[in-house]
């Protein structure tokens, strides 16, 4: 059983960047969808960015031009790299990998934005 660890959270000034990184044990990422999702207090989980096997890329309209995603199979990982930060990008951030039928999630790392 695939699992993943989030890390690289924590709190940042408006306009500052931040990057996420998603490690997994238990299984290889190659073949896997991945994606960042991030839930605010009182909001639903939304999906923030998310990348194929293949390396194609999909962003929320809210995050576009200035987050990226990307992912390095060799070390098994996946990363959203977070730049000029708005405080309503404050939420805890969850990485999901994907396959078929098997869904996998992190346990979340909090990033908070201050104006």
């Known amino acids: 059983q695939v699992q993943l660890m989030e890390s690289g959270g924590g709190s940042v000034q408006a306009g500052g960047s931040l990057r996420l990184s998603c490690a997994a044990s238990?299984?290889?990422?190659?073949?896997?969808?991945m994606a960042w999702y991030r839930q605010a207090p009182g909001n639903q989980r939304e999906l923030v960015a998310d990348?194929?096997?293949?390396?194609?890329?999909n962003y929320a309209d809210s995050v576009k031009g200035r987050f990226t995603i990307s992912r390095d199979n060799a070390r098994n990982a996946v990363y959203l790299q977070m730049n000029t930060l708005k405080p309503e990008d404050t939420a805890v951030y969850y990485c999901?990998?994907?396959?078929?039928?098997?869904?996998?999630w992190g346990q979340g790392t909090q990033v908070t934005v201050s104006s």
């Open positions: 999901r990998a994907q396959w078929g039928f098997l869904n996998y």
């Open positions: 238990g299984g290889t990422l190659n073949m896997y969808y």
């Open positions: 990348i194929t096997s293949g390396g194609s890329t």
